[in-house]
């Protein structure tokens, strides 16, 4: 059985460094990985590991955009049609890989998660050659200081999630650079000041949006013309609670182990072995986070 795990979410949210430290986490767990590289623009540097699949050696960002005087953006959706009218090139790169674990490093372009039919055409082609895909959606914990940015990341979980009909693990990204202390004066009015907070955006509770009752924030905002758009997004993210996110903190082998066995889970990794239950959530793990 072959297994595809998809790393996708917005710019900068820390896919690329996610995918280096699962090779890692895999190779220190005796088990083996291959990286998938399908960001036509990325930047050779970027990989600790060579990928064994990479979509710059059908068409590269570089050459479509001077060959073809394209720019930046209007490029990247070439690569990915390119590459769509060439998925037998995909089929014989991925011959050479049976009973395997391969990790999509995807771009960043948020446009391809939540209209543009690239990811499910992929997702449907990989079903049909017998593997397994599961996709991680990632948002880096900074979105977390400022509610409105949050929800617009959530949103935008939500939509990639209903855009792509596969099993499906949210993660907050870069928690290592959380910092919640109470005393910490650089955590301002929006910062995330406690565990309990913590907890209500990896949860995302709705209410995080609408402002106590009675506070003068509350008055602003019920005169403010996004007053109702507010009450509507809360009223959505009620009505389809399908997102939550795992904390992912680099830094710490067992947070990417956490990570990891909810990917395996997902996909039922290894079910010809006994089922694993994913770990659960800690107490402990928040604990340095106060
Ligand atoms: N502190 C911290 N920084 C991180 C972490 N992960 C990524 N970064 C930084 O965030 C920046 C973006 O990381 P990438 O892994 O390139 O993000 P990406 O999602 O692959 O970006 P694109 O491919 O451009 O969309 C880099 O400067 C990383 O060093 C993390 O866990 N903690
Ligand atoms: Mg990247």
């Keep these: 059985m072959r297994y595809a795990v998809l790393v996708t979410?917005?710019?900068g949210a820390g896919k690329s460094t996610f995918c280096?430290?699962?090779m890692t986490h895999l190779q220190t767990s005796k088990r083996t990985g291959h990286l998938v590289n399908l960001d036509p623009a990325a930047n050779s540097d970027a990989f600790e590991y060579e990928p064994a699949i990479d979509i710059r050696?059908?068409?590269?960002?570089?050459?479509?955009m001077s060959e073809l005087e394209y720019g930046p953006n209007g490029g990247l959706v070439y690569c990915f049609e390119y590459l769509l009218e060439n998925m037998d090139w995909l089929d014989e790169e991925l011959g050479g890989y049976d009973d395997d674990y391969l990790i999509f490093d995807c771009p960043g372009q948020i446009e391809l998660y939540t209209h543009h039919p690239f990811l499910p055409t992929l997702v449907r082609h990989l079903q049909r050659m017998g593997l397994r895909v599961c996709a991680t959606y990632l948002i880096e914990s900074q979105f977390m200081e400022d509610k409105y940015k949050f929800f617009s990341g959530v949103?935008?979980?939500?939509?990639a999630m209903?855009?792509?009909?596969?099993?499906?693990?949210?993660?907050?990204s870069k928690m290592d650079l959380v910092t919640s202390n109470s005393d910490d004066p650089a955590s301002g009015r929006n910062g995330i000041r406690a565990?309990?907070?913590i907890s209500r955006y990896l949860e995302p509770d709705p209410l995080l949006l609408v402002s106590a009752p009675g506070s003068r924030e509350e008055k602003t905002e019920r005169n403010s013309k996004f007053h109702s758009l507010?009450?509507?997004?809360?009223?959505l993210i009620e009505d389809h609670p399908l997102v939550s996110f795992l904390p992912l903190n680099l830094t710490e082998p067992d947070s990417i182990e956490i990570v990891l066995s909810h990917i395996d889970y997902t996909m039922q990794y290894g079910e010809d072995e006994e089922p694993k239950e994913p770990h659960d959530l800690d107490e402990g793990d928040f604990a340095d986070m106060e």
């Design 57 to 64: 050696d059908l068409v590269s960002l570089e050459d479509v």
């Design 230 to 235: 507010n009450q509507a997004i809360v009223q």
């Design 195 to 197: 565990r309990k907070d």
């Design 20 to 22: 280096n430290g699962l």
């Design 155 to 159: 949103l935008s979980a939500m939509s």
């Design 162 to 172: 209903v855009n792509l009909e596969v099993p499906w693990v949210n993660i907050m």
């Design 9 to 11: 979410g917005p710019a």
